[in-house]
Protein backbone atom coordinates (compact mmCIF):
# COMPACT_ATOMS: atom_id res chain seq x y z
CA UNK A 1 0.00 0.00 0.00
CA UNK A 2 1.33 3.52 -1.22
CA UNK A 3 1.69 5.55 2.10
CA UNK A 4 3.23 9.00 2.10
CA UNK A 5 3.48 10.69 5.80
CA UNK A 6 4.39 14.38 6.01
CA UNK A 7 6.16 15.73 8.67
CA UNK A 8 7.59 19.31 10.02
CA UNK A 9 5.39 21.74 9.73
CA UNK A 10 4.40 24.27 12.76
CA UNK A 11 4.58 27.87 13.90
CA UNK A 12 6.88 30.45 12.78
CA UNK A 13 7.15 33.45 12.87
CA UNK A 14 7.05 36.33 9.46
CA UNK A 15 10.08 35.75 7.62
CA UNK A 16 11.36 32.39 9.12
CA UNK A 17 12.14 29.28 7.89
CA UNK A 18 11.35 25.65 8.43
CA UNK A 19 12.10 21.92 6.37
CA UNK A 20 8.99 19.98 5.50
CA UNK A 21 9.16 16.06 4.81
CA UNK A 22 7.10 13.27 3.58
CA UNK A 23 7.85 9.78 4.04
CA UNK A 24 7.24 7.70 1.42
CA UNK A 25 6.42 4.11 1.55
CA UNK A 26 5.10 0.95 0.12
CA UNK A 27 6.55 2.02 -3.46
CA UNK A 28 10.03 2.63 -5.23
CA UNK A 29 9.98 6.19 -5.14
CA UNK A 30 12.84 6.53 -6.86
CA UNK A 31 10.47 6.10 -10.06
CA UNK A 32 8.26 8.89 -9.58
CA UNK A 33 7.92 12.27 -9.78
CA UNK A 34 6.71 13.90 -6.80
CA UNK A 35 4.77 17.21 -5.97
CA UNK A 36 3.63 19.61 -2.96
CA UNK A 37 0.27 20.82 -3.01
CA UNK A 38 -1.12 23.35 -0.22
CA UNK A 39 -4.32 24.31 1.04
CA UNK A 40 -4.93 27.86 3.23
CA UNK A 41 -7.38 27.53 5.31
CA UNK A 42 -10.76 27.36 4.26
CA UNK A 43 -9.17 27.55 0.20
CA UNK A 44 -8.72 25.63 -2.31
CA UNK A 45 -5.80 23.47 -3.39
CA UNK A 46 -2.77 25.49 -4.89
CA UNK A 47 0.07 23.35 -6.55
CA UNK A 48 3.79 24.28 -5.37
CA UNK A 49 6.68 22.32 -6.13
CA UNK A 50 7.38 19.55 -8.94
CA UNK A 51 10.59 17.20 -8.94
CA UNK A 52 10.98 14.42 -11.35
CA UNK A 53 12.31 11.33 -10.77
CA UNK A 54 15.85 12.30 -11.21
CA UNK A 55 15.78 15.41 -9.60
CA UNK A 56 15.83 17.09 -13.02
CA UNK A 57 13.53 19.16 -13.86
CA UNK A 58 12.26 21.05 -10.54
CA UNK A 59 9.60 23.38 -10.96
CA UNK A 60 7.55 25.93 -8.73
CA UNK A 61 4.53 27.44 -8.55
CA UNK A 62 5.36 31.57 -8.95
CA UNK A 63 3.79 32.35 -5.02
CA UNK A 64 7.06 30.56 -4.08
CA UNK A 65 9.92 30.52 -6.75
CA UNK A 66 12.95 31.67 -5.02
CA UNK A 67 11.69 31.31 -1.86
CA UNK A 68 11.41 27.31 -1.08
CA UNK A 69 13.42 24.75 -2.50
CA UNK A 70 12.41 20.96 -3.13
CA UNK A 71 14.58 17.80 -3.36
CA UNK A 72 14.40 14.20 -2.74
CA UNK A 73 16.14 11.93 -1.16
CA UNK A 74 16.04 8.33 -2.80
CA UNK A 75 18.28 6.39 -0.30
CA UNK A 76 16.02 7.78 2.11
CA UNK A 77 12.65 7.45 0.22
CA UNK A 78 12.14 11.09 1.08
CA UNK A 79 11.06 14.27 0.21
CA UNK A 80 11.45 17.83 1.44
CA UNK A 81 10.42 21.40 0.74
CA UNK A 82 12.53 24.42 2.32
CA UNK A 83 10.36 26.90 3.21
CA UNK A 84 12.33 30.31 3.50
CA UNK A 85 11.42 34.09 3.91
CA UNK A 86 7.51 33.05 4.76
CA UNK A 87 4.59 35.02 5.00
CA UNK A 88 1.33 35.16 6.10
CA UNK A 89 -0.01 33.71 2.70
CA UNK A 90 1.72 30.57 3.20
CA UNK A 91 0.10 29.57 6.00
CA UNK A 92 -1.48 26.56 4.69
CA UNK A 93 -1.73 22.66 5.35
CA UNK A 94 0.61 20.93 2.79
CA UNK A 95 0.50 17.36 1.16
CA UNK A 96 2.84 15.87 -0.88
CA UNK A 97 1.29 13.81 -3.47
CA UNK A 98 2.63 11.33 -5.94
CA UNK A 99 2.23 11.95 -9.72
CA UNK A 100 1.24 9.75 -12.41
CA UNK A 101 0.25 11.95 -14.83
CA UNK A 102 -2.45 12.61 -12.33
CA UNK A 103 -1.92 13.28 -8.60
CA UNK A 104 -2.93 9.20 -7.61
CA UNK A 105 -1.59 9.46 -3.58
CA UNK A 106 -1.30 12.30 -1.57
CA UNK A 107 -0.19 12.11 2.00
CA UNK A 108 -2.29 13.65 5.09
CA UNK A 109 -0.81 16.72 5.34
CA UNK A 110 1.14 18.81 7.85
CA UNK A 111 -0.07 22.47 8.90
CA UNK A 112 2.27 25.56 8.75
CA UNK A 113 1.49 28.31 10.33
CA UNK A 114 3.31 31.85 9.92
CA UNK A 115 2.39 34.09 12.69
CA UNK A 116 4.12 36.64 14.61
CA UNK B 1 -8.61 33.17 -8.99
CA UNK B 2 -8.09 30.01 -10.19
CA UNK B 3 -6.92 28.88 -13.90
CA UNK B 4 -10.08 26.27 -14.05
CA UNK B 5 -13.41 27.71 -13.06
CA UNK B 6 -15.14 25.52 -11.57
CA UNK B 7 -18.29 26.77 -9.26
CA UNK B 8 -18.42 27.43 -6.20
CA UNK B 9 -21.36 25.44 -5.29
CA UNK B 10 -24.21 22.47 -6.12
CA UNK B 11 -26.82 20.58 -4.77
CA UNK B 12 -28.95 17.78 -5.47
CA UNK B 13 -31.62 15.03 -3.01
CA UNK B 14 -30.33 11.39 -2.58
CA UNK B 15 -30.50 9.39 -6.36
CA UNK B 16 -30.45 12.50 -7.97
CA UNK B 17 -27.82 13.39 -10.78
CA UNK B 18 -25.41 16.35 -10.49
CA UNK B 19 -23.34 17.54 -12.58
CA UNK B 20 -19.30 19.80 -11.97
CA UNK B 21 -18.20 21.84 -14.80
CA UNK B 22 -14.35 23.08 -14.91
CA UNK B 23 -13.55 26.02 -17.49
CA UNK B 24 -10.16 26.31 -19.31
CA UNK B 25 -8.40 27.83 -21.95
CA UNK B 26 -6.42 27.65 -24.75
CA UNK B 27 -3.60 27.09 -22.80
CA UNK B 28 -5.03 24.06 -20.78
CA UNK B 29 -8.02 22.11 -20.96
CA UNK B 30 -8.22 23.37 -24.66
CA UNK B 31 -4.69 22.36 -25.35
CA UNK B 32 -5.06 18.58 -25.12
CA UNK B 33 -3.86 18.31 -21.65
CA UNK B 34 -5.27 15.59 -19.58
CA UNK B 35 -8.18 16.93 -16.73
CA UNK B 36 -8.06 15.09 -13.33
CA UNK B 37 -10.85 15.03 -10.69
CA UNK B 38 -10.30 14.90 -7.13
CA UNK B 39 -12.46 14.50 -3.93
CA UNK B 40 -11.95 16.51 -0.68
CA UNK B 41 -14.08 15.08 2.11
CA UNK B 42 -13.74 17.56 5.56
CA UNK B 43 -10.72 17.11 7.44
CA UNK B 44 -9.25 14.60 4.87
CA UNK B 45 -6.93 14.49 2.03
CA UNK B 46 -7.80 14.85 -1.10
CA UNK B 47 -8.14 11.49 -3.16
CA UNK B 48 -7.94 11.16 -7.12
CA UNK B 49 -11.65 10.75 -8.44
CA UNK B 50 -10.76 10.19 -12.36
CA UNK B 51 -7.71 10.37 -13.91
CA UNK B 52 -6.98 11.09 -18.09
CA UNK B 53 -10.12 12.75 -18.59
CA UNK B 54 -13.01 9.79 -18.24
CA UNK B 55 -10.87 7.01 -15.92
CA UNK B 56 -11.77 5.51 -12.80
CA UNK B 57 -9.38 3.99 -10.68
CA UNK B 58 -9.89 1.08 -8.93
CA UNK B 59 -12.63 1.38 -5.91
CA UNK B 60 -14.54 4.66 -7.44
CA UNK B 61 -18.21 3.52 -8.18
CA UNK B 62 -19.13 3.86 -11.77
CA UNK B 63 -22.10 6.09 -11.01
CA UNK B 64 -19.09 8.50 -10.80
CA UNK B 65 -17.98 9.47 -14.42
CA UNK B 66 -16.15 12.16 -16.61
CA UNK B 67 -16.13 13.98 -20.04
CA UNK B 68 -14.13 16.63 -21.69
CA UNK B 69 -14.83 18.60 -24.52
CA UNK B 70 -12.92 21.61 -26.08
CA UNK B 71 -11.99 24.12 -22.88
CA UNK B 72 -14.13 22.35 -20.55
CA UNK B 73 -14.44 19.08 -18.76
CA UNK B 74 -17.55 18.04 -16.64
CA UNK B 75 -17.71 15.52 -13.48
CA UNK B 76 -20.91 13.51 -13.58
CA UNK B 77 -22.56 11.64 -10.22
CA UNK B 78 -25.63 9.70 -10.80
CA UNK B 79 -27.69 8.15 -7.96
CA UNK B 80 -26.41 10.65 -5.44
CA UNK B 81 -25.73 9.58 -1.85
CA UNK B 82 -24.58 11.31 1.58
CA UNK B 83 -21.02 10.07 1.78
CA UNK B 84 -21.08 12.05 -1.86
CA UNK B 85 -20.94 15.20 0.17
CA UNK B 86 -17.42 16.94 -0.10
CA UNK B 87 -15.53 19.06 -2.10
CA UNK B 88 -14.43 18.36 -5.75
CA UNK B 89 -11.37 19.88 -8.04
CA UNK B 90 -10.18 19.81 -11.28
CA UNK B 91 -6.62 19.60 -12.34
CA UNK B 92 -4.72 19.77 -15.51
CA UNK B 93 -1.53 21.80 -16.90
CA UNK B 94 -1.21 24.88 -18.27
CA UNK B 95 1.45 25.52 -20.73
CA UNK B 96 1.15 29.85 -20.29
CA UNK B 97 2.79 29.24 -17.25
CA UNK B 98 6.26 27.24 -16.58
CA UNK B 99 5.05 23.61 -16.11
CA UNK B 100 2.42 24.58 -13.88
CA UNK B 101 0.07 21.86 -12.60
CA UNK B 102 -3.20 23.75 -12.33
CA UNK B 103 -6.35 23.36 -10.19
CA UNK B 104 -10.10 24.47 -10.25
CA UNK B 105 -11.15 26.61 -7.16
CA UNK B 106 -12.61 23.73 -5.84
CA UNK B 107 -17.07 22.75 -5.57
CA UNK B 108 -18.88 22.27 -2.80
CA UNK B 109 -21.32 19.87 -3.65
CA UNK B 110 -24.59 19.33 -0.76
CA UNK B 111 -26.84 16.30 -0.16
CA UNK B 112 -30.28 17.40 0.56
Known amino acids: EVQLVESGGGLVQPGGSLRLSCAAS????????MNWVRQAPGKGLEWVSY????????YYADSVKGRFTVSRDDAKNSLSLHLTSLRAEDTAVYYC?????????WGQGTLVTVSS | QSVLTQPPSVSGAPGQRVTISCTGS?????????VHWYQQVPEAAPKLLIY???NRPSGVPDRISASKSGTSASLAITGLQAEDEADYYC????????????FGGGTRLTVL
Open chain 2, 52 to 54: ANN
Open chain 1, 26 to 33: GFTFSRYS
Open chain 1, 51 to 58: ISSSSSPI
Open chain 1, 97 to 105: ARETGSFDS
Open chain 2, 26 to 34: SSNIGAGFD
Open chain 2, 91 to 102: QSYDNSLTNSRV
